[in-house]
Every structure is written in C-alpha cells, then in structure tokens.
C-alpha cells in the first residue's frame, strides 16, 4: 500500500504510564500518523475498540485493573469478528514466559522498554503493511465470491436452457392436442351446433391444460432470485410430469406415481425444486433411451421422520450407473452422454439447490438394473415473522363503478370489459395508452386495467402519466402482460407498486384483481 495510505491507520495507544503514551503519540505523529487515539485506563478499551474499529493496537503488558494479557482475551472475539487487527505489546518485561503469554493470547509482535523510536517505527509500519493486505485479500475474495455467485447462476440458467430446448417440441406437441379441442369444438359452435354446457366445459378444460402447459414452462425459464415459500412437492412432480409428458411417451416410458398423500408442505424454493425434478426426471428418460422396451420410470415420495423430512426418489429401468463413476456424476462438467448431448452441469447445480435447503441429493445404483436418486429435504417451520396468505376476498357485490380497460387486442379487451361488467361495473376500451389519456380527460374512472405492451404509447409510459396528471388513481392502476420473462418489466411492476395478471388469466383472477382495486383504501381516501 502507499505510505500516504498507511498513515492514515487508525492506532490505538493503551498504556497506564502517561509519559509512555505522550512519547508514543508524538513519535506517530512527528512520523506521519494522522489518526491516533490513546488511553491510560485498561477499563475503557473495549468500548474504544467498538468506537474506532482500529487497524493497530499498542498494548501495555502490566496495568493495573486489568492485565494486557486479559485484554486480548476479552478482544480476542471483536478481533475474529472483524479480521486481523494486530496487536503490539509493549513491556518491559523481557523473560519468556511473559513474552510467549503474550503472543499466545493473540499479540502478534512485542515492543521492550525503553523503546528504540526505529523499532517502533519499523514493527508498526510492517504491521499495518500485514492489516491491508489482509483488507485487500478480505475485499479480494468478497469480489471472487460475487463472481462465483454470478456464474453459478449463469451456468443454472444454461441449464435451464438446456433442458428447455429439449422439452419445447415436445410442450409444442403437448399444446396440440388441447387446441384441437378448443377448435373443434369452436368450429362445430360456428356450424350450428348446440351450445350445451358439456361443449363448454370441454372447451374450458382444454384451455385450462394449454394454460398449465404453457405456465409449466415458462416457470423452468424464468430467471428469478431464491425465495422460499410453502411448497407442495407432489404438486412440483405432478407439473413435471405434465409438462415432459411428450418425451416420456413417445419414448415408450411409462410412469407410475406413488406420492404420499400425507406430505408435509415444505419451507422452500419451488421453482428451484421444478428444475431439480425436471432434471433428474430428463436425465431418466435420456438414460432409458439406450436400453429395449419395456421402459419404465417411477417417481415415489414419503414422510420420514427424526427429524421430520420428505424424500423424494426417481428411478428408471436403464442402464444403471458404474460403480466406479458414481462418485463422479455430482462433478461439475462430468457427463456420461455423448459429445453435445449434455452440459454436464445439471446434477452438480441440482445438488447444490438441494444442500441449499439443508437437504441431501444421492444415487443408488446396480449396473444393469437401473438407477434411483433420492432427494431428502427437512421440514422446517417458516419463520416467524412470515405473513400467512390472505384470505380470498368477499364476493358480495360492490357498488357498481367505471372501470377503463386499455389493451391493443380488441379481442382481449372486449373480454376484459365483459368479465368486468358482469360484477356490474361499467367499462369503456382503449387500443393504446395514447388513446387512453384522451378518455381519462373525457371523463373520470375509478380503476384501470392496462396492457404493457402496446403500439403509440405503451403501459409503462401510460402509467408514468396517469400518475403526473390524476395522482388520486395511484392504487387503482393494474397490468395484465403475457411478457413475464422480461427482467425489465418485472422490475417496473415492483416499482410501480401495481398488481399483474399474467395471459391467459382466469375470471376469478380478473374478479380478485378488479376487488384488489376498488377496495384500496388509499385509493379511496384520495379520491376526490
């Protein structure tokens, strides 16, 4: 470091003599030292330590109330907690024992009385060199440790990716099979045939699977920070199964469930364990490829208890796992598939989600015979300070109010406004926000359901001028998007304090959003 850095070191100067302490200070500061604090009372060290955080102390050996050697006990914790900060004795007792008592409790060098004002100089200046290269070593791996971080998360989302491209012919085919349904029956509807409610419930649960398809997906690519909530590990495995059920078909694997009924709910990131099982299930369907029919995969969960946990194990018919490369597959990069077949980072980052919950990922495997991994993960209590969900709101009428609907899908705002209007609001439409302004200046509204994505002027700029020119809407303003895996606009939504609903949403979800609105008391306390 440069000398004009290292005077500025922060030093601590405690001895009962104060002529000892009045030579001390004018020696660091006649050599430089800007910053030197000094005390002759032993009992006021540890509150100056907490005070001034220093980078060097200089310790008397003998004082009265308290021993030099009983102060580095007492700083001993402080001194861990914040890193190296040495500690230069000072004494004028010179035998052995006094010296190694020193340095045994923490003192990193000795000064003797009388003190050589070149030795002091020398021991403090290598000292503070040791301090800072040590703050620099600390800063250094903080900033090794972010990184790590960051390409670790990187090489999660290249995991993701991975796995996408393998499961998006299939999500596609997956998605065939409900459209044909939704337009069959549409078409029969358009021919003259009777609208009866089974041909709308057939419709609806078609639709409803495309939905569950789609949100499948879209929930393995969305990049999104660690966050643990209650989780259902059933319902984890049953989407999974959903959504790579093309791939297992038509790969002749059949599947057998055998879940507990009596799982506990788990503290933890279900988006994390949807990637865990989708890759443990993938990797099974890869590995069952290379063997003759018949195929099958079967994912069983249970409740085991001291300690309280749920285990989770996937096994396939394949080929089973070699003996001498079981202890490697958890290896980052370590792949048994072919060349371009595998990152080989999947069951390296899927142990690493699992031990992040405080859980466990193992293999068992006999070559020939298959291959089971079994994940365990604690039940824990969330913690305390977790608000339990709110419960679903009423659904009593409410006064009937205006509600304006903005999208550039005619056809999206339309149903918007019908699903609005059958709770007896009324609805006006706007095909963009820039057309929407011009209504908001016809006449007044009491909530706005928008679009993000929209030509002239989109939501973001739509809601930035609302909120400049009718401030008493703040609160009555939500977002419906079909864009979820945009970082930009997730980040807008949260500052924006606004609700969204994601495409396709439900009538309860529109009904629960439109509730959400008209009944925001600060909404309603500034409104004029």
């Not at 009045?22 to 009372?41: I, M, N, P, Q």
């Not at 930035?464 to 895996?485: C, N, S, W």
Request: with cysteine; aromatic share 4%; net charge negative.
């Amino acid at each position: 470091m440069s000398p004009e850095s290292q005077k500025a070191a922060r030093i601590l100067v405690v001895d009962d003599e104060m002529a000892n302490v009045v030579l001390l200070e004018r020696l660091l500061r006649h050599a430089g030292y800007t910053d030197v604090r000094s005390t002759t009372d032993s009992r006021t060290v540890e509150a100056l330590y907490d005070e001034r955080e220093p980078d060097l102390i200089l310790l008397d050996l003998h004082m009265p109330h308290r021993e030099g050697i009983a102060l580095l006990g007492d700083l001993r914790e402080r001194i861990a907690a914040g890193g190296y900060v040495p500690v230069l004795v000072l004494t004028a007792d010179v035998t052995a024992g006094a010296l190694r008592g020193a340095l045994a409790a923490g003192a990193k060098d000795f000064l003797t009385k009388p003190f050589d004002p070149q030795e002091v100089l020398l021991r403090i200046s290598n000292l503070l060199d040791t301090r800072f290269l040590h703050l620099a070593l600390r800063d250094q791996n903080r900033l090794l440790e972010e990184r790590v971080r960051e390409r670790t998360q990187r090489l999660l989302q290249a995991e993701k990716m991975s796995a996408m491209g393998q499961l998006l012919a299939g999500v596609a085919h997956e998605l065939n099979n409900p459209l044909s349904v939704v337009m069959g029956q549409a078409a029969l509807l358009q021919e003259g045939g009777p609208a009866t409610p089974a041909r709308a419930l057939k419709i609806g649960r078609a639709a409803e699977r495309c939905v569950r398809i789609v949100r499948n997906f879209l929930a393995l690519a969305r990049e999104q920070p660690p966050a643990r909530v209650e989780a259902r590990l059933n319902a984890v495995v049953e989407e999974v199964v959903e959504l790579v059920a093309y791939e297992l078909r038509t790969g002749g694997v059949a599947v057998r469930l055998q879940l507990a009924a009596d799982l506990p709910v788990l503290w933890a990131d279900a988006h994390q364990l949807h990637q865990v099982v989708v890759n443990l299930v993938v990797n099974a369907q890869h590995a069952m490829a290379t063997v003759p029919p018949p195929r099958a995969l079967t994912i069983a969960s249970e409740a085991l208890a001291d300690p309280p946990r749920v285990r989770l194990t996937v096994t396939d018919s394949g080929p089973g796992i070699a003996a001498e490369l079981q202890g490697r597959i958890f290896e980052p990069f370590f792949t048994t598939k072919p060349q371009g077949q595998g990152t080989g980072l999947g069951l390296s980052l899927s142990r690493g989600i699992v031990e992040s919950h405080a859980g466990s990922l193992t293999v068992e495997s006999t070559p020939g015979h298959g291959c089971s991994f079994h994940v365990e993960l604690p039940v824990v209590t969330p913690p305390a300070h977790v608000e339990a969900p709110a419960p679903a709101p009423a659904t009593a009428p409410m006064e009937r109010r205006r509600i304006l609907v903005v999208d550039d899908e005619g056809d999206v705002s339309e149903l918007l406004a019908e699903l609005i209007e059958r709770d007896g609001h009324e609805t006006d439409t706007a095909s963009n926000g820039m057309e929407a302004l011009q209504r908001l200046a016809e006449r007044p509204y009491d909530a706005i359901v928008c679009d993000t994505k929209m030509p002239v002027l989109d939501g973001q700029g739509f809601h930035e001028q609302v909120m400049l020119k009718y401030p008493h809407l703040r609160g009555r303003f939500a977002f419906v998007t079909g864009d979820i895996l945009n970082e930009d606009k997730r980040a807008f939504f949260e500052r924006a304090g606004a609700p969204h609903l994601a495409k396709p949403f439900e009538l309860a979800e529109v009904r629960r959003i439109v509730r959400e609105l008209l009944g925001d008391p600060r909404a309603l306390s500034d409104d004029a």
